[in-house]
């Protein structure tokens, strides 16, 4: 059974930084990608990017590029997001998720984590 | 603004049918059969409903179906039932290097 587990919520100040991980399960994970999806307080879904674990090709939205890192660790089968410097504005529930990739394209999504909620403010 | 539109509402009474619609353009819906339709109820994850335009998941009622006309996807919820009420975001490949556009999202109302 394929499964994801995210880490738990978030609390931040702007300025700091954070990472959140998503440990996946139940399928070979270096031969699939793997990757992130935003959903902003009572917003919409939006892609942030994937990562392809095999050899750490990453794509990112360009709405999210050079705004967090994508990463994984092989060994212990887990894909992370990180900020550098969050803000207000990174408040979101964020979701781990397996896509199915065409030409490095999303065409849908049938296993999601649980989301970790990221709370930023002063 | 989202790359998909959606209506932000839609509604119907138990049993009756309900149909939302997904307009994008000739670049992602209209240029390829990959479609997808997800459920969200509040404080879950998103769950895949429809792919493929018109595939159902293993699980999914057949209550739900999904179709495709030019640059605009529908999505029909036959027999509504309460546990239809929810909000529903489409999606649509849109070209290699390309992640991807979602819809705005559709909130389902069950009255």
């Known amino acids: 059974e394929v499964q994801l587990v995210q880490s738990g919520a978030e609390v931040k100040k702007p300025g700091e930084s954070l990472k959140i991980s998503c440990k996946a399960s139940g399928y070979t994970f270096s031969s699939d990608w793997i990757g992130w999806v935003r959903q902003m307080p009572g917003k919409g879904l939006e892609w942030m990017g994937f990562i392809w674990p095999g050899d750490s090709d990453t794509r990112y939205s360009p709405s999210f590029q050079g705004q967090v890192t994508i990463s994984a660790d092989k060994s212990i089968t887990t894909a992370y997001v990180q900020w550098s410097s969050l803000k207000a504005s990174d408040t979101a529930m964020y979701y781990c998720a397996r896509p199915i990739m065409v030409r490095e394209g999303v065409v849908s999504i049938f296993y999601w984590g649980q989301g970790t909620l990221v709370t930023v403010s002063s | 603004q989202s790359a998909l539109t959606q209506p932000p509402s839609a509604s119907g009474s138990p049993g009756q049918s309900v149909t939302i619609s997904c307009t994008g353009t000739s670049s992602d819906v209209g240029g390829y059969n990959y479609v997808s339709w997800y459920q969200q109820h509040p404080g879950k994850a998103p769950k895949l409903m429809i792919y493929?335009?018109?595939k159902r998941p293993s699980g999914v009622p057949d209550r739900f179906s999904g179709s495709k006309s030019g640059n605009t996807a529908s999505l029909t919820v036959s027999g509504l039932q309460a546990e239809d009420e929810a909000d529903y975001y489409c999606s649509s490949y849109a070209g290699s290097n390309n992640l991807g556009v979602f819809g705005g999202g559709t909130k389902l109302t069950v009255l």
């Open positions: 493929d335009v018109n």
